[in-house]
């Protein structure tokens, strides 16, 4: 990994309101934000309470992203495991349709991703900032 490491800190950014340059209240980085922005998706996937997956950079085609996307929904093993983050390596797409679910790896989301506080407090931020509210 190369430059800084992703981290949405104490989430200083989103509490100061709009305008802010990072989440965790830092000055811009480009590279910073794209790996924060992929250390949210798994936050706020556990709090839409779906298994979180590669949903957002599925697969080298969209043959095999629709075959990986269709495994992860309808195979009864994945939906038993919920919270698991599955990857195949680059190149699995050779392997053809029959390799749906054989080539994944499931790896465990970062420390941060997994913290039920911060996910809570990154969801309320987040409805502030784009004036929502729960609905009791």
Not at 8 to 35: H, I
């Amino acid at each position: 990994a190369q430059g800084e490491k992703a981290t949405l800190g104490d989430l200083a950014g989103m509490e100061s309101g709009p305008g802010f340059e990072m989440v965790d209240g830092g000055a811009f980085n480009a590279d910073k934000a794209y790996k924060d922005s992929k250390d949210q998706n798994p936050i706020f996937t556990k709090v839409f309470d779906f298994a979180t997956t590669k949903l957002f950079k599925v697969a080298e085609t969209p043959h095999w992203g629709g075959g990986t996307l269709e495994y992860v929904a309808l195979d009864k093993g994945v939906g038993s495991k919920g919270g698991l983050f599955y990857s195949a390596p680059p190149g699995s797409v050779k392997y053809g349709d029959s390799a749906f679910g054989n080539q994944f790896t499931v790896t465990e989301v970062s420390k941060e991703a997994r913290d039920d506080a911060k996910a809570k407090k990154l969801w309320d931020l987040s409805e502030k900032l784009v004036g929502l509210t729960r609905s009791a």
